[in-house]
């Protein structure tokens, strides 16, 4: 089958050429037509319910609200996990399908349990609201609008009116959620004390507005051969005219809206969050992009639209968008990415260059590269995965290894053309046969050596989850190119190799000096090591033995962390504290992160916006603060925020990055690397065992952020009626509850327009001193103060109630610090062994980072053995000799010293892109061995050379291939490896030092420890 491939390619050199080109054009619009993004995607299938509950208390609405839509959703088809949180007048539920579940069919199945209990929200609820389809990095801008002289209500309008539809009409924004400023509103404030001169009940002026400014249709009519549709004009947004509404007639006299209420335009109260950009009130826009969306072609047109925008606003208003801009982290991801694999590409042309002294050869060699990548981005494309720093990566991991296939062939072809030029002319090959019966000699360990290294990355792909979702496409791009190079070797390279060194006259070529200065020098090394076994053999068992020793010591982590160029900084105060304090404390945090010298700019929510997911209580502030690398390193900038940051006393301080803390928040439902969630009943006794873990865990080494999550109770002001004295006053507990709710938190009754704006129209009590003294109507006509027939009692009530799975918890959250997260994560589950003494009812669960590390590391550890077998299989079939095969396979722990010591001198702990090299590495350190093991037995069975005689020979003659496929496998990884810093780098670095420390370790190897090991063996035999 090889041999006809090769043969075909040779017969048929033009088909082969013109299909290559072809290959690259269709490879160029695949890479035009493929989107770019900075990671896969990485979103489990996730349906937000988000209802607004109209000022309920936390326990209201969590007993009214949030539990019926749990228990509605609980127990769906693919459901694995409902999470919920009750705040405040707002319940937010995540419901989390099952991975690979089609998000469309999760919305479906949501939508038609929601259906079910639609009757059963209580009265001002609105109805649950399914949160709009976005991915976990959906976030693509944020927006500030700030002004010196516009007020704070105008910037409101002006981002509600004009700039949030003009964002939501660009082609791919899912969401435009605005915070900050003033809602506009207009407001009927009545005056208990004119409606009681007037005799005016509330009854009456409920019954006069509800409805007041709404236009009428009354019908059509036909006239004089026309059609007159008929309209009742009532609307305006005059307020005198407003005014003039009747709301009572008493005998001859008229009592208007302007008798016993002040008509005037307001700010929407109580407000549900604020913002600002460098300390300044601001008004923020986060823009948030649909699936399947390429982030740079949106944050373009979005640009493009700020740009008009900003000609319609007044002057004064400043529009900025340079606070947190996901396409700028993927900007310098993909041109990181992109100068490794170019770097690469410099040391694989250098590197052919020095051991083939051709530049033919070298260019036959190189052009498998953007062949390759070309197949790579055309499967890609249909396979719907987006140019990411994943997949580039994949690439650059494998840049090294695409030119392996040619440069066996090509070198083999180029020793074959030195002997042939040096036989008499009459003897000579022509150059078809010669390249035909050079390319047959390797195909097998080509075809072989490639097959190996597919099935060494098959672990990758049974992954589950986010890790599998991130790290599936880098393997698909990998797979795909190395196939591809496979492909390229056995069809264009000979043919290229018959055009470019098929002369048959002209100088015989020379081998280049350093192959030659090489072989010199390691037939010499080869020969002593051949004398003197038992020596080089004990060095390498205890070298291994060290090696496995270290590894047992290492740490181990879920991802590397990434730098993206952004903190993400979450600051908690006591539950309980005024929205202007929370605010306070927000403002003087931001002047505390604009002292870094490295922060270029500080933009901050505090609270939240309308039907907003991210539910934050008006005690929580998140602050983006994008920052640029100068002077001085990631973590010591990290630690300085941290320390300016820890004079804010009482305030709990959580730093994060954007997407970091997005995944942290899809794995556990917490925005940290560690969560600690205790489930319980009480929140109270909850909050005090939480405590206890954190005192537990504050001396561990390593831990970082250590928080409690603040969930304690928070003043309440409870009216309870007393009931027989609403009796005796004819009140009845509808007019009461009605009563409360118009005088304390307001009742929209209508809409005013204006130029096609709607504003509320509110009525509400003007300001009053105490609750108590607020007039109730009674059914006689009397007038009686609230403190007659009611107890005003000062409580206390829960701030927040967070559930999973319809049990409450709170989480007890941490982050690492120049420890690995495995040990972090021991020690606390230690710790809370020891120092904790849980009550019957409750439990701990840990959650995070670690808890995805365990998964995927007991995944990819099961698949790793039977990958090894099936290697084992593969080279079972080649060589039909199990003692052949497993001398191949020591090349295993050869490379395991060198890549374990890699990892012991760089980050010092085992990630999961790390385990990913190691498993990579098997299949590719296994090709040198295969080479030698082939080029011995041809040898001995072909040339009848002796046992000592093939191995000398077989390993001087194989030298110069292995040597230049290590190296290019090696020095392409070697900008990865040493930009594990640099944005877009982060997983592939540890991946790069694994695989680069273990081809040093396993070709030094492998060229003693082979000839070694095949001697005795054969000697047996």
């Not at 509103?185 to 507005?209: A, C, R, W």
């Not at 969050?273 to 460098?278: F, H, I, L, Q, Y």
């Not at 020591?890 to 374990?900: E, K, M, T, V």
């Amino acid at each position: 089958m090889l041999n006809r491939i090769i043969r075909f390619s040779l017969e048929n050199r033009i088909l082969i050429l013109v299909a290559a080109v072809l290959l690259i054009l269709g490879g160029l619009y695949a890479t035009h037509k493929t989107e770019v993004d900075v990671f896969p995607d990485l979103n489990a299938p996730t349906v937000v319910i988000m209802t607004e509950a109209g000022g309920m208390a936390t326990e209201e609405v969590e007993q009214l609200v949030t539990f019926p839509i749990e228990t509605a959703v609980n127990g769906s088809t693919g459901v694995r996990r409902v999470r919920s949180q009750s705040t405040n007048g707002f319940s937010v539920v995540w419901v989390e399908f099952d991975w690979g579940t089609d998000i469309y069919l999760a919305r479906q199945i949501v939508s038609e349990k929601l259906a079910t209990i639609a009757e059963q929200m209580p009265d001002g609820v609105s109805s649950p609201v399914l949160g709009p389809q976005s991915s976990i990095l959906g976030e693509v801008l944020i927006v500030s609008l700030t002004s010196d002289t516009t007020s704070l209500q105008d910037l409101r309008t002006y981002a509600d009116w004009v700039i949030r539809p003009r964002l939501l009409s660009t082609g791919g924004v899912a969401q435009v959620s605005v915070q900050g400023g003033d809602i506009k509103e207009y407001q009927i404030l009545i005056n208990p004390g004119k409606m009681k001169h007037f005799g005016v009940s509330l009854d009456d002026v409920m019954s006069s507005t509800r409805g007041m400014n709404k236009n009428t249709n009354g019908g059509v009519r036909y006239e004089y051969g026309n059609e007159y549709i008929i309209r009742g004009i009532t609307s305006t947004n005059d307020i005198d005219k407003l005014e003039s509404c009747i709301v009572k007639k008493d005998g001859e006299s008229v009592i208007t809206l302007a008798d016993v209420a002040d008509i005037v335009v307001g700010n929407q109260s109580p407000k549900l969050g604020v913002a600002s950009e460098k300390a300044h009130p601001a008004v923020l826009l986060t823009v948030t992009k649909q699936p399947n969306t390429s982030t740079l072609d949106l944050t373009k047109q979005l640009d493009q639209a700020i740009a008009e925008l900003k000609g319609n606003l007044p002057s004064d208003v400043h529009i900025s968008s340079d606070i947190f801009r996901q396409s700028d982290f993927i900007d310098s991801s993909i041109a990181n990415v992109q100068k490794s694999l170019i770097e690469g590409a410099f040391f694989v042309v250098l590197v052919l260059l020095i051991f083939l002294a051709n530049a033919r050869t070298t260019i036959i060699s190189l052009v498998t590269i953007p062949l390759s990548f070309l197949v790579a981005m055309i499967v890609l494309n249909l396979l719907g995965i987006s140019i990411n720093t994943m997949t580039l990566g994949g690439l650059a991991i494998a840049i090294g290894s695409l030119v392996d296939d040619a440069i066996v062939d090509v070198e083999n072809v180029y020793k074959h053309i030195r002997q042939n030029r040096a036989l008499p002319e009459e003897e000579r090959t022509p150059i078809i046969e010669l390249v035909f019966n050079a390319s047959r000699e390797v195909r097998m360990p080509i075809l072989n050596s490639t097959l190996i290294i597919i099935v060494s990355f098959a672990p990758l792909f049974f992954l589950s989850g986010m890790e599998g979702r991130m790290l599936i496409p880098l393997g698909i791009a990998f797979v795909t190119a190395l196939f591809a190079s496979t492909l390229v070797a056995l069809t264009l390279t000979p043919v290229l190799c018959s055009y470019l060194l098929g002369k048959s006259s002209g100088e015989m070529p020379k081998e280049a000096f350093v192959a030659v200065w090489l072989k010199k020098y390691y037939h010499r090394a080869l020969l002593w090591v051949l004398e003197h076994t038992r020596a080089v053999l004990a060095g390498t068992v205890g070298l291994f033995v060290v090696a496995v020793i270290v590894f047992l010591t290492l740490g181990s982590s879920f991802l590397p962390k990434f730098n993206e160029g952004s903190f993400t900084i979450n600051i908690s105060s006591l539950p309980g504290i005024s929205l202007e304090e929370s605010d306070s404390i927000g403002a003087r945090a931001e002047r505390l992160l604009l002292q870094v010298p490295e922060i270029k700019t500080v933009a901050r929510k505090t609270g939240r916006a309308e039907l907003d997911e991210h539910a934050l209580g008006v005690n929580v502030s998140e602050i983006e603060a994008p920052f640029e690398i100068k002077d001085r390193s990631h973590e010591e900038v990290l630690n300085d925020v941290r320390q300016r940051l820890s004079v804010l006393a009482g305030a709990n301080i959580e730093i994060g990055q954007p997407i970091s803390h997005r995944i942290d928040a899809m794995l556990s439902g917490t925005q940290a690397s560690i969560a600690i969630k205790l489930f319980g009943t009480d929140l109270n006794k909850m909050f005090t065992i939480g405590n206890q873990i954190k005192e537990a865990c504050e001396d561990i080494e390593g831990i970082a952020d250590l928080n409690v999550e603040q969930q304690i109770e928070r003043p309440e002001l409870k009216i309870i009626p007393r009931r027989e004295l609403l009796v005796r006053n004819g009140i009845s507990l509808p007019e009461f509850n009605e009563f409360l709710a118009v005088n304390l938190s307001g009742e929209t009754v209508s809409q005013v327009y204006e130029a096609g704006r709607a504003f509320n129209l509110v009525v509400k009590a003007a300001n009053y001193d105490e609750i108590k003294d607020l007039i109730i109507d009674t059914q006689d006509g009397r007038k009686v103060a609230l403190s007659d027939v009611a107890d005003v009692v000062s409580s206390a009530g829960p701030n927040t109630i967070n559930r999973e799975n319809v049990q409450r918890k709170i989480v007890i959250s941490a982050n690492t610090n120049g420890r690995a997260l495995s040990d972090v994560v021991s020690d606390i589950k230690k710790a809370v062994k020891e120092d904790i003494q849980l009550p019957e009812g409750y439990r701990i669960e840990y959650g995070g980072q670690f808890e995805s590390q365990e998964s995927a590391s007991r995944v990819l550890y099961l698949t790793c053995t039977l990958a090894i077998l099936i290697i084992f299989f593969l080279l079972y079939m080649q060589f039909r000799n199990t003692k052949e095969s497993a001398v191949i396979l020591l090349n295993l722990p050869l490379a395991l010293i060198g890549g374990i010591f890699a990892l012991l001198l760089t980050t010092g702990e085992v990630s999961i892109p790390a385990i990913i090299g190691f498993i990579s590495l098997f299949g590719i350190a296994t090709r040198n061995g295969m080479l030698l093991i082939t080029e011995y037995k041809r040898l001995r069975t072909e040339e009848g050379k002796t046992i000592r005689e093939a191995i000398v020979e077989g390993s001087l003659s194989r030298l110069n291939p292995i040597l230049m496929t290590a190296l290019t496998s090696a020095l392409a990884l070697v900008p990865l490896a040493l930009g594990g810093d640099l944005p877009g780098n982060e997983i592939q670095s540890p991946m790069a030092k694994v695989i680069l420390g273990g081809l040093i370790s396993s070709t030094l190897l492998n060229a003693f420890i082979i000839p070694i090991i095949y001697e005795k063996i054969s000697h047996r035999n």
